[in-house]
Nanobody, 117 residues
Framework: VQLPACGGGLVQAGGSLRLSCAAS????????MGWYRQAPGKQREMVAF???????TYADSVKGRFTISRDSAKNTVYLQMNSLKFEDTAVYYC????????????WGQGTLVTVSS
């Protein structure tokens, strides 16, 4: 199973980016999906998470600015990021709990988001 993340890049503060991550490989089902990030010198933190039923959870720092969504038919998770701030600069990792014989946690390789002030 692979989780290639796409959509990172350089953006000015106040701008927007959309990340996407499509799980591929031998997949029987996908449970929760989410986005985490790790800034230089900091621990990885949860940004947003979405369950199979569509229940969304957000870090306080991104509430009202970021929106997570998923296309279950495509095993894809998205993160729409608006009103980006300098402190959103980080490597963003997608996550999925996938059943490919058994349930396991899978992580993408990360995509860099750089917000210039």
């Amino acid at each position: 199973v692979q989780l290639p993340a796409c959509g990172g890049g350089l953006v000015q503060a106040g701008g927007s980016l959309r990340l996407s991550c499509a799980a591929s490989g031998t997949i029987r089902s996908v449970n929760g999906m989410g986005w985490y990030r790790q800034a230089p010198g900091k621990q990885r933190e949860m940004v947003a998470f979405i369950t199979t039923s569509g229940y969304e959870t957000y870090a306080d720092s991104v509430k009202g600015r970021f929106t997570i969504s998923r296309d279950s038919a495509k095993n894809t998770v998205y993160l729409q990021m608006n009103s980006l701030k300098f402190e959103d600069t980080a490597v963003y990792y997608c996550y999925a709990r996938i059943h490919s014989g058994r349930f396991d946690d899978y992580w993408g390789q990360g995509t860099l988001v750089t917000v210039s002030s």
